[in-house]
């Protein structure tokens, strides 16, 4: 079965596309709210040959379909993002991790996490680099919060 990934909030592709070269047998559904930002989205696709990558111009709220995960690079606070994502996971899941939400932030995420159950990577145990020092991968189970 492919895995269906979501990333709100694409902007020019990221994480969606490099996701999408990483993992050629899942699909993946960029969708940004900004016309520019998809067209190059769909430009980067088209140019590398990407058969997996629909690009979409609009709002995550907005979309019908349900998807195994969502990725996103800290387009609003966690609770907020959250409440756009009711009724948009699978119920079928054939991942390691189930299916839910993973989430780029950076800095303190103490106060924005509260009361939410979730799984925090710290990226700079895995790069050396200082743009990471406190980049973070927020990963929440969809059964964690009221999908």
């Known amino acids: 079965p492919n895995t269906k990934v979501l990333d709100i909030g694409t902007g020019g592709g990221f994480p969606g596309i ?10 993946f559904t ?7 930002k998809i067209t190059v989205v769909k430009e980067v696709s088209q140019a590398i040959g990407l058969k997996n990558v629909t690009a979409v111009h609009g709002r995550a709220e907005d979309l019908k379909e349900k ?18 994502l009711k009724g948009k ?5 054939f991942n390691p991790k189930h299916n839910g939400v993973l989430y780029l932030k950076g800095g303190d995420l103490s106060e924005e996490l509260a009361g939410i ?10 790069f050396d680099s200082e743009f990471f020092e406190t980049k973070k ?11």
Request: proline share 5%; charged share 20%.
């Open 67 to 84: 998807f195994h995960f969502v990725v996103s690079r800290a387009v609003t606070q966690m609770p907020v993002f959250l409440r756009w």
């Open 18 to 27: 490099p996701l999408a070269i990483l993992f050629p047998d899942s699909h």
């Open 30 to 36: 960029l969708i940004d709210s900004i016309g520019k």
């Open 137 to 147: 991968v927020v990963y929440l189970s969809k059964g964690n919060f009221n999908s």
């Open 89 to 93: 996971f699978e119920k079928e899941q």
């Open 117 to 126: 159950k979730a799984e925090i990577f710290e990226l700079n145990k895995f």
